[in-house]
């Protein structure tokens, strides 16, 4: 990367400051970017949409209030899911310290065929999720936010805290334990 591209401010740095400005719009931008990330990232901790939600709204109002804490020099989408996640650990702390959560969902099918997820992806999906239950929790958040959120080691090394070498070793770990599971379950490999 050239000198001058490192030193340019990040999209999300000029959306703040625009922000700060006065600009309204500006927030209208961050939102639509990393609202359904950080939707999944606290959906995944909280197992609930609605406090997901107020998760996410929360981490933008602390963005907001304290735009100079970004350092523009990082990754936005990191950063501001690391305060999404750190806020989810939180209320769980704060409302449900020792309960046990459960993430199978039972599919909900609406009168609308145009809306009804075919059969055979209900299945695979009710599968892996019940799957996912039987990895610890510190292997199946990483499972969430690589394979279903698509966020690479660097991220998440930066949202768990934890170095790149451990977070790639653990990542990995993560998905033999989850094919081990799926395997014991199933008698078969996820394809």
């Known amino acids: 990367m050239p ?6 401010p990040s999209v ?23 609202q359904e990330p950080g939707f999944w990232i606290a959906r995944h901790v909280v197992h609930d949409d609605d406090i997901a939600r107020d998760i996410v709204q929360d981490a933008f ?7 100079g804490l970004y350092d ?12 999404v996640r750190n806020l989810a ?16 969902e039972t599919a909900e099918v609406s009168g609308d065929e145009t809306s009804i997820e075919p059969l055979a992806q209900q299945e ?5 999720q019940l799957v996912l239950e039987e990895v610890p929790e510190k292997y199946r958040e990483l499972i969430v936010m690589r394979d279903v959120e698509g966020l690479g080691p660097d991220e998440i090394a930066t949202i768990t805290g934890v170095d790149y070498g451990t977070t790639r070793w653990r990542i990995h770990n993560a998905r033999k334990l989850f094919r081990k599971a799926w395997i014991e379950r199933y008698g ?4």
């Open 3 to 8: 000198e001058s591209d490192k030193s340019s």
């Open 124 to 128: 695979m999906r009710k599968r892996i």
């Open 12 to 34: 999300e740095a000029i959306m703040l400051r625009k922000y700060a400005d006065g600009d309204r719009s500006a927030l209208d931008e961050l939102v639509a970017i990393y």
């Open 188 to 191: 078969e490999d996820l394809e």
């Open 61 to 67: 109002i602390r963005v907001l209030r304290k735009p």
């Open 89 to 104: 650990i939180d209320y769980l702390r704060k409302k449900r310290p020792n309960t046990v959560q459960v993430i199978a």
């Open 72 to 83: 523009p020099s990082r990754p936005f989408k990191a950063w501001f899911l690391q305060i």
